[in-house]
């Protein structure tokens, strides 16, 4: 059965520092990888997903299948971006539901 | 787009009672919505998937008979949790899969916080 795990329940940075959330899975095929982000009181949301290859509100993902990890990064820290992230998976084969970590809880500190 | 309504936010009921919570897409058809349910600092599990006009898939471990789900519409799932009782206290939130982008993907409720007492 499929994994996700994310090391991290609370990580707390300055403004303007590096960030870096961790996730790490096990599946054996061909995972679809996605981070949601949810902000204090507002439904879970798409943050990015590791097929689309893009940047959102400056944060990025690589998929590295050696690894098995699919970290989110950003280079400077805002304030805003403090929020409850949580990795999640969904298998290649048929079954759309999505398995996810235990979520990172994110404080930006001014 | 791809809005998800989730009503109610927050229920109390006695213990015994049932309790529907409603999971409405409002601009998309939704053929799939999954029913999750999250406990105070902890991620999201899933309960079922339900898809319009079938029976839904639960999970192991989830009680069909306890957790009733109904997907009639393509618009409309809901979940209800039969004769509740304190431990069924948690924090429940729907989601739909949704097309959008050129891809699949999926969109949240709001949550509902049932408290049981």
């Known amino acids: 059965a499929q994994r996700v795990t994310q090391p991290e329940k609370l990580l707390s940075v300055f403004k303007g520092a590096p960030v870096e959330l961790k996730c790490n899975y096990s599946?054996?095929?061909?995972?679809?990888l996605f981070w949601y982000v949810q902000y204090s009181r507002q439904r879970l949301q798409l943050l990015l997903r590791?097929?689309s290859r893009e940047s959102i509100k400056g944060f990025t993902a690589d998929l590295n299948k050696g690894e098995t990890s699919f970290h989110l990064k950003k280079p400077f820290a805002q304030e805003e971006d403090s929020a409850m992230y949580y990795c999640?998976?969904?298998?290649?084969?048929?079954?759309?539901?999505?398995?996810f970590g235990g979520g990172t809880r994110l404080m930006v500190k001014p | 787009g791809a809005v998800v309504s989730q009503h109610p936010s927050r229920v109390i009921c006695k213990s015994g009672t049932s309790v529907k919570i409603e999971c409405r897409s409002l601009?998309?058809?939704?053929?799939?919505m999954f029913w999750y349910r999250q406990f105070p600092k902890q991620s999201l599990m899933l309960m079922a998937t339900?898809?319009?006009?079938?029976?839904?898939?639960?999970e192991q471990g989830v009680e069909k008979d306890k957790f009733l789900i109904n997907h009639a519409s393509l618009t409309l799932s809901t979940l209800t949790v039969t004769s509740a009782h304190p431990e069924d206290s948690s924090f429940y939130i729907c989601?739909?899969?949704?097309?959008?982008?050129?891809?699949?993907?999926?969109?949240f409720g709001s949550g509902t916080r049932l408290t049981v007492v």
């Open positions: 599946y054996s095929g061909s995972p679809e």
């Open positions: 999640a998976l969904r298998r290649n084969n048929a079954g759309n539901m999505l398995t």
């Open positions: 989601s739909a899969r949704v097309f959008v982008g050129g891809s699949w993907g999926y969109t």
């Open positions: 590791h097929i």
């Open positions: 339900s898809n319009e006009g079938s029976k839904a898939t639960y």
């Open positions: 601009d998309f058809q939704a053929t799939t």
